[in-house]
């Protein structure tokens, strides 16, 4: 591993053939913030695609990507004389020591739980923080995301089960709503009930301590391998997938299960 010096140095580097290719690079040169979001959330969501596949070789590609567009916005900022890359560190630091009282205060906090409750109380106090717990929740973030961390504030403020195991009985209540819904035949009532019952699954999920964007991409990966399989298997019979009955389908679909696919 690199000192804390050779860390300095090789930022100092990127930063130094950024500043070269900002003024040289006729695409660099174009670029501005608006320009740059796109390929920062496709760079964002390939840095999360590496750390679920636990692939250090491509994390480490994908953060140096991730911290290229960080570098980027901070060297537009600093053209306009808005703000640069030490400042954006300076805050961050600032922010860092600020919410970690337990460290380089003297605020007690004996667990990982008990350090989430103390934040989202740092920040409703911070000059330029939020002003509600969920406040800081981004609007554009994906819905079950945004969901996930709705419900972690929530929560972290003590708007919570008080026993994890009663949250089953509301899944099993919208899920009677969700039928009671299809019933009707009403499509708006149908959409929120399934809302309602999507909403309790990922606080489930929550509660026990599991991640639900990772649960369901997990599930989303194992259904393509086990469909590629089933795909395959049609090809080898000189089918098409339209030709197979469900039963065939269903048949390669369990010998893919039986392989763990």
Not at 118 to 146: C, F, M, R, T, Y
């Amino acid at each position: 591993m690199h000192t804390r010096e050779e860390k300095i140095e090789a930022l100092g580097r990127v930063i130094d053939t950024l500043d070269i290719l900002r003024v040289k690079c006729p695409w660099d040169a174009k670029q501005t913030n608006e320009s740059l979001r796109p390929n920062t959330i496709e760079e964002t969501y390939e840095l999360a695609q590496a750390l679920l596949d636990d692939n250090s070789d491509d994390i480490r590609k994908e953060l140096g990507d991730v911290l290229l567009h960080i570098l980027f916005y901070s060297k537009i900022a600093s053209e306009k004389g808005d703000f640069d890359i030490a400042d954006v560190a300076d805050a961050l630091n600032n922010k860092l020591i600020f919410r970690h009282p337990h460290v380089f205060g003297n605020v007690k906090a004996d667990s990982a739980h008990q350090v989430e409750l103390n934040w989202e109380q740092i920040k409703l106090k911070e000059k330029d923080g939020n002003h509600s717990v969920l406040g800081g929740v981004p609007k554009s973030l994906p819905a079950l995301v945004k969901a996930f961390r709705i419900q972690e504030k929530a929560a972290n403020v003590g708007f919570d089960w008080e026993e994890r195991d009663q949250v089953w009985g509301k899944l099993d209540e919208e899920l009677g709503e969700v039928h009671s819904a299809i019933g009707n035949g009403e499509i708006t009532d149908i959409e929120a009930e399934f809302g309602d019952l999507l909403f309790a699954a990922v606080n489930a999920a929550r509660l026990y301590g599991v991640n639900p964007e990772n649960a369901l991409e997990r599930t989303n990966r194992k259904f393509i391998a086990r469909f590629n399989h089933i795909e395959q298997g049609a090809k080898a019979a000189g089918k098409s997938l339209k030709d197979m009955t469900l039963g065939e389908m269903d048949a390669l679909w369990n010998e893919a299960k039986n392989a763990e696919l």
